[in-house]
């Protein structure tokens, strides 16, 4: 047995152990190292207590570093960006300057209130990268499941920035991780009331958003995921940027699921899939 698999079999025990004590973001919180990171707390990127991001930067970084602005999933409906520190250590691990980032939910906003957070948050990234040892010109824009859809939204739809001084193009790239890209007509019942269905605006949906200067992309998503249609969502997306000549690079990974491709970005879990491998090398 080599150490890799020897490692990974000391591991499996403690994962189950602490998943059934906690929940399951808390056990791969407790589960991810944090040396190879520090980390700055409750930034103000706006007003009120759900517009507030927490900063990872690499402790040994070598020159400005990328910067990635993370949005979570949740159905518009719940998150905190504590759950996902293990996303910002993994990312410092690999020499990137993370912003995990809170926004407004339903029922407090709905549509498109959340992107102006998202938006506002990326904003706040560029002003500030400096100051955390990042590189405002290598600035990215990255989610998971609903998360990915207001990162998609930011880097497609230049309404968004536009309100904050920026642009589109102000971004090197942006990485959706089983996003949401092309949903209507609606059929979740949580995620109505959220974009106003019926009524829903047909300029919610990503996909209309694409054109030649959209900002190089990388997508990633679970073949086999059950909430979030792959083919209708991810490649359809992956389809319309390569029309355009839009640099994107689609990935489709066996092992995990909706849920579980984000979580084997934490160091318990990457044995499902390279997933930050995947991430580390588009940022840099």
């Excluded at 499996?12 to 399951?24: I, R």
């Excluded at 992956?238 to 000549?245: E, I, V």
Aim: glycine share 6%; proline share 8%.
């Amino acid at each position: 047995m080599n150490r890799s698999s020897l490692k990974l079999l000391l591991a499996v025990p403690l994962l189950l152990t602490a998943l059934a004590a906690c929940s399951p973001l808390s056990a791969l919180n407790a589960l991810s190292p944090g040396g190879d990171a520090d980390r700055t707390t409750d930034l103000a990127y706006g007003d009120g207590p759900r517009r507030k991001l927490d900063v990872y930067r690499p402790r040994n970084a070598h020159g400005p570093a990328p910067v990635v602005v993370f949005f979570y999933g949740g159905n518009w409906v719940a998150g905190e960006r504590a759950d996902y520190a293990f996303v910002g250590r993994a990312l410092a691990s690999r020499g990137i300057v993370a912003v995990i980032a809170d926004y407004r939910l339903h029922p407090e906003v709905s549509y498109p209130d959340f992107l102006r957070d998202a938006a506002q948050a990326v904003a706040w990234a560029r002003r500030e990268a400096a100051r955390y040892g990042g590189d405002p010109q290598r600035l990215y824009v990255m989610g998971h499941s609903a998360g990915a859809y207001n990162a998609a939204m930011v880097a497609l739809d230049g309404r968004w920035l536009a309100e904050q001084g920026m642009a589109p193009s102000d971004l090197r790239g942006w990485i959706g991780l089983a996003g949401p890209y092309d949903f209507l007509p609606i059929e979740n019942p949580t995620t109505k009331p959220v974009f106003h269905f019926p009524d829903t605006p047909a300029d919610s949906q990503p996909l209309r958003h694409v054109t030649a200067t959209s900002p190089p992309a990388l997508l990633i998503a679970a073949r086999e995921d059950r909430l979030v249609d792959p083919a209708r969502n991810t490649a359809r997306l992956a389809a319309a940027l390569r029309t355009q000549r839009v640099p994107v690079r689609e990935i489709y990974h066996d092992k995990v699921s909706h849920a579980t491709l984000v979580a084997s970005i934490a160091a318990p879990l990457r044995w499902l899939a390279p997933t930050l491998d995947e991430v580390a090398a588009f940022a840099r």
